[in-house]
Every structure is written in C-alpha cells, then in structure tokens.
C-alpha cells in the first residue's frame, strides 16, 4: 500500500492532466462556451477535493477495499470527465 501522501501527489497530478487537456481541447476549439469549459474545470476540482478527502479518512479494518475502490473510482471519474471533455460543443 502506497502512503497516502503520494497517492494525493497522484489524485492532484491527474487532476492537473484533465484540466491542461481541457484548456488544450477549447484552445483548438474556440467555438465552444466559455460556460462549459468552466463547468467542467469545476467538477474536475470537485472530484480533486472529493478523493482527497477520502484518502485523508481510511477505514482501517477495510484498507484493501477501501483504496481498490478508490482506485476503482477514480478510473471511473476520469473516463467520465475526459468523454465529457470530448464532447463539449
């Protein structure tokens, strides 16, 4: 198991990725509302601050669990915002 202070530097490292590709994404595509662009920088940041605070209060008799559905999780939500980012207008 990773210390979860590196796993933080991981959760706020793919959280950097998703919003530079965004910007990137409406850099080359200029036609697309200022308000979707910050829609979604928005709920990349609530998803930073959600799995952060997760990662600050582990259930200790379930470690295991916990952090492969964080893993699980955070697969999920990436996957989900990057299509999101994909199919902005």
């Given at each position: 198991m990773a210390k979860r202070r590196i796993l933080k530097k991981a959760v706020n490292g793919v959280c950097a990725d998703l919003l530079q590709e965004l910007l990137?994404?409406?850099?080359?595509?200029?036609?697309?509302?200022?308000?979707d662009v910050e829609?979604?920088?928005?709920?990349?940041?609530?998803m930073q601050n959600d799995f952060v605070a997760?990662?600050?209060?582990?259930?200790?008799h379930q470690v295991k669990r916990f952090f492969d559905q964080l893993q699980d999780d955070l697969a999920v939500s990436t996957n989900e915002i990057i299509d999101h980012i994909y199919h902005l207008s």
């Open positions: 990137a994404y409406k850099q080359n595509n200029p036609s697309i509302p200022d308000a829609n979604t920088a928005q709920s990349i940041i609530l997760r990662l600050s209060h582990v259930d200790k």
